[in-house]
């Protein structure tokens, strides 16, 4: 589904990842761990296409499109979709306006009572109150409030490619729990879809069931492995994978 | 006098010379049958409107000229109270306004102006049984003569300034409102107001009179076809509210790019009484307008939530003033202005409270959103307490419409156009909900078609 093939992407005249290649199965789910500064991050913007970040070499291919040409807003069409780590608020906005707009430029289409429902339904699942509606959109939430509410979009767009930048940061283990669960219940029910999780820590994977995880340092993949591998960074560390 | 009838005897329009003389007044005065003391208010206010020089302060007026405008002009004849009997073409015009539906569905009543005269007006019986008057001002001035006097140009004398002497000079049309004591008026009476005629000026006079504990919601929206020559709007507008009574007045102007939008509105509120000015500014050349509201009774209350809008070539230069003349009164300004494609928006208000006076509690925020580099925002708050015992508040922010809201938007499917309609959308929300509800839709609308007009 998605080939990542030599790919060096650059952040304000610096190479953030280097010569990184990567290749994402359908059905699979791939976690990608390392340090601060690693470059995980940029990798997940790049995929993205956020406009800070330019590919300076290499391909990215996502279902036989070259993804590099293809801007932010028809990326979400194609079905991929970022959790931010620190999603922005639009004050004024409700939630509901917002969730109403992102769902009809997407293409779909529900009458506003069954729209209602599915949303009531879609925040129940994350373990939002429905009165969260009617707040502004991400204005005064907590963290976890936030998090929750990136995982209720991600439901409603029901995307192929799943990026989840640090979702876990900053959750307490009821709110990681309600994510963990809800995505792996999502991929289940989707089986022809893929899910990136980049993480510093590996407790968010006792709620998931990754194919691979990787390890990245200083801009490109050191080491990869199955599910075992985050027991032992946990263990032993990053040092212990440097080059 | 001009023609004003075919060869086949159609009623043809009448315009007036361009310019302004005491024979042009008269004659406005005279087509309108008005008795002697009108014109000479009239005259006597062309004398002050010569006499006062122009604003020296304020959006740039240079262009703006006095010798090259139609002071009134009659596209219509006669006063309709049927739509159907509105002549086919502007009726055209109206429909596009959805004023018909508008009318049968959630208003109390409905007024339209084209150009110098209003052309159709009508108040729903429930209404006018319970004693509530819906008139242009010029039938107000005959129907009720006494009224009339008793309260026109008591809130806004024509010395006010020099655009306040011009439209009492040269007015015409507008609404006369009278709400009797205790009347409540639940539905908003509306009020469209249309430039057609290019170089010509419009000079409504609009005068709400509330009796005490009435209530009653105005709301008027006014617009003008794009055309090549400046067009000129001028308006005066008073309110009464006595004791006990709440006055709220709407407005949504959009107008096009050469109107000169120069307006003066006024409330005064008597004991207990509040008035709310809800004011959204789209369009024109330049605005210069700051509605006003001077708490006169105690326990009077005023807010006055504006939005402006300024794009290429564009000056809002707009506000509030409030005066607090009596104790325990209270007042609330919030004034949202958004600049883009180098538009410019000033936010000029004043705040004043006289001496001696206990309990004055103000709230003042002024908010500016700048969509590029290009455009412009400033803010003029004038401050001017007498009183020790105040309590007021003053906040106000600039800020450059963020990126990263951008980014995050169209990261979910949105483009360029929809992100920055959905955060300017939500930037003015505290006005849009003071909104009747299909106005809201309306405004949200707009905001769009602005944010796809500043692409490229």
């Not at chain 2, 794009?311 to 003033?321: N, T, V, Y």
Request: proline share 3%; glycine share 8%; charged share 25%.
């Amino acid at each position: 589904m998605l080939f990542i093939e030599n790919v060096t992407i650059r952040v304000e005249q610096k190479d953030v990842v280097k010569n990184l290649s990567l290749q994402i199965e359908s059905g699979s789910l791939h976690v990608i761990m390392g340090q601060n500064g690693s470059g995980k991050s940029s990798l997940a913007h790049s995929l993205m296409g956020l406009p800070a970040y330019e590919v300076t070499s290499g391909s990215i291919n996502f279902k036989d499109q070259d993804l590099i040409t293809v801007s932010m807003q028809d990326r979400s069409k194609l079905g991929l979709f970022l959790a931010f780590q620190q999603p922005l608020a639009i004050p004024g906005v409700t939630v509901f306006q917002f969730l109403r707009e992102i769902y009809t430029v997407s293409g779909q289409q529900l009458s506003p009572a069954d729209f209602q429902e599915l949303l009531q339904k879609l925040l129940q699942q994350v373990g939002l109150d429905i009165s969260f509606l009617y707040r502004g959109f991400n204005e005064n939430f907590s963290g976890g409030e936030k998090k929750r509410l990136e995982i209720v979009q991600m439901l409603l767009l029901k995307p192929k490619l799943i990026i989840l930048d640090e979702i876990d940061s900053g959750l307490d283990v009821d709110a990681l729990r309600s994510i963990g669960n809800c995505v792996q219940e999502y991929l289940q029910a989707n089986k022809d879809a893929s899910c990136i999780v980049i993480t510093h820590y590996r407790r968010i994977l006792d709620y998931l069931k990754p194919t691979a995880v990787h390890v990245m340092q200083d801009g490109t993949i050191v080491h990869s492995g199955d599910a075992q591998l985050s027991y032992e960074i946990e263990e032993e560390g990053y040092d212990s994978y440097g080059k | 006098m001009a023609n004003e009838f075919n060869k086949k005897g159609d009623y043809i329009g009448y315009r007036a010379e361009k310019g302004l003389n005491r024979k042009i007044v008269t004659d406005i005065s005279e087509r309108k049958n008005e008795p002697g003391w009108m014109t000479d208010f009239r005259l006597k206010a062309l004398d002050i409107f010569e006499a006062k020089p122009m604003p020296s302060w304020g959006a740039d007026l240079s262009d703006l000229d006095h010798h090259d405008i139609h002071y009134y002009v009659q596209s219509v004849k006669g006063k309709h109270s049927s739509w159907e009997d509105v002549p086919d073409d502007i009726k055209a015009t109206f429909d596009k306004l959805g004023i018909p539906q508008a009318e049968r569905e959630m208003l109390a009543g409905v007024g339209a102006q084209f150009d110098s005269e209003v052309i159709y007006k009508r108040l729903k019986d429930k209404w006018a049984k319970k004693g509530v008057v819906f008139l242009d001002t010029d039938s107000g001035l005959k129907e009720y003569p006494e009224l009339f006097k008793k309260y026109f140009s008591t809130v806004i004398p024509s010395h006010d300034n020099k655009f306040a002497a011009l439209n009492s000079a040269v007015w015409s049309g507008g609404s006369f409102v009278y709400v009797p004591s205790g009347v409540q008026v639940d539905l908003p009476l509306q009020a469209y107001f249309r430039i057609e005629s290019s170089q010509m000026g419009q000079f409504e006079r609009t005068l709400i009179i509330a009796e005490p504990k009435s209530s009653i919601h105005y709301v008027e929206g006014c617009s003008a076809p794009v055309s090549r020559n400046n067009s000129l709007h001028s308006a005066v507008v008073e309110l009464v509210a006595l004791p006990d009574s709440h006055i709220r007045y709407t407005t949504i102007q959009n107008w096009s790019s050469n109107v000169y939008n120069l307006v003066t509105k006024r409330a005064i509120a008597h004991e207990r009484a509040s008035v709310d000015w809800v004011d959204g500014n789209f369009g024109s050349k330049v605005t210069m307008k700051y509605p006003c509201i001077i708490l006169k009774g105690e326990q009077s209350r005023g807010q006055i939530i504006s939005i402006a809008v300024a794009g290429k070539d564009q000056q809002q230069d707009a506000g509030g003033k409030i005066i607090h003349c009596a104790s325990n009164t209270t007042s609330n300004i919030v004034s949202k202005s958004i600049s883009k494609n180098g538009g410019r928006t000033t936010y000029r208000g004043l705040l004043k409270v006289i001496k001696n006076l206990k309990n004055i509690v103000s709230r003042v925020q002024c908010d500016a959103l700048l969509m590029d580099g290009a455009s412009r925002t400033d803010t003029y708050p004038t401050v001017d307490i007498k009183s020790d015992q105040v309590d007021i508040g003053h906040e106000a922010s600039v800020s450059k419409i963020n990126d990263e809201q951008l980014v995050y938007l169209m990261s979910r499917g949105l483009s360029s156009q929809e992100a920055q309609a959905m955060i300017v959308n939500g930037f003015i929300d505290c006005f849009v909900k003071e909104l009747p509800m299909e106005y809201a839709v309306e405004i949200n609308r707009l905001i769009k078609m602005e944010m796809e007009d500043s692409i490229g």
